[in-house]
């Protein structure tokens, strides 16, 4: 059995902006990593909010599975899609009877399994069930197959990302927080052996709020009205984490931050 096994994980894809700039940074990081598992989040890869189902097959040309959060359900498409494509996940902690399927296990090359597990908090969110009780399910069943249990855990807030780190440490290989689009700079391994950020952050346009133009978020807090977002062009930026895992016990080894950014003007 190799000694690591390696993860890739991207965060929130933004748009036709954060598919160019998966395309165009995602070669680099593969050589520099050589991956054995590439993770993206893509709850807003379609037009900036919602998956469909002719990008979701894009994508799996690039990277292993597609996680997502809250904004999955926005074009109603997707929701066959979901019932149909195994890698493609939606929070795990969803009520019973929705479409799609919280967890994929994986196979390397190799033949090493590893499990991705979607979660999603609840504060300032839906209220929906409880991710730290459905983590114990999900984690006694997925344990079962494979040691290896990488986590997007989508929430809002820092505390209950950290919560959730803290409760599954030892648990689970790594918990990597999705949905602010801003990466954190607090990446470590915890005493136990899970590899933990509060925030990966997301791959779009550069020049931006949170991925949106900034004229329109602007508008947004100027006048209190609602208004409709577009994902933003100038310049490329791409955020991951990759991990390093030992594939005999499922402890991390070591996680590391990845920004990479173009400046280039709107196409």
């Known amino acids: 059995m190799p000694d690591k096994f390696e993860v890739l994980f991207i965060g929130d894809l933004i748009g036709r902006p954060g598919r160019r700039a998966l395309a165009r ?45 809250n904004h999955i359900w926005d074009k109603k498409e997707v929701l066959n899609y979901l019932d149909k494509e195994p890698r493609l ?6 009520p019973a009877g929705n479409p ?24 300032f969110m839906e209220p929906i069930d409880c991710p730290f009780r459905q983590a114990d399910i999900e984690i006694e069943a997925l344990s079962k197959t494979t040691p290896i249990i990488v986590i997007d855990f989508h929430a809002e807030a820092t505390s209950e990302k950290q919560g959730l780190g803290w409760y599954l440490d030892g648990r ?26 509060t925030d990966v952050g997301m791959a779009g346009g550069l020049n931006s709020v949170i991925g949106m133009k900034p004229e329109q978020a602007l508008q947004r807090f100027l006048s209190s009205r609602p208004q409709r977002f577009e994902p933003a062009t100038d310049g490329l930026v791409l955020s991951s984490v990759a991990i390093s895992i030992d594939p005999a016990s499922g402890k991390a080894l070591s996680i590391k931050r990845e920004l990479l950014t173009e400046e280039k003007s709107e196409e």
Request: glycine content about 10%; cysteine-free; aromatic content about 8%.
């Open 172 to 197: 689970a290989s790594a918990l990597i927080g999705t949905h602010t689009h801003t990466p954190t700079a607090d990446e470590r391994v915890l005493p136990r052996g899970t590899a933990y950020i």
């Open 89 to 94: 996940l939606r929070p795990a902690n969803y």
């Open 100 to 123: 799609g399927r919280g967890h994929y296990i994986f196979q390397n090359e190799k033949g090493i399994k590893a499990a991705v597990l979607n979660l999603q908090g609840r504060v």
């Open 25 to 69: 940074f995602l070669p680099e990081l593969k050589k520099k990593y050589e991956p054995d598992l590439i993770i993206a989040n893509a709850e807003n890869a379609a037009g900036g909010n919602g998956l469909t189902e002719e990008i979701g097959k894009e994508l799996f040309f690039q990277v292993d599975v597609l996680t997502s959060g």
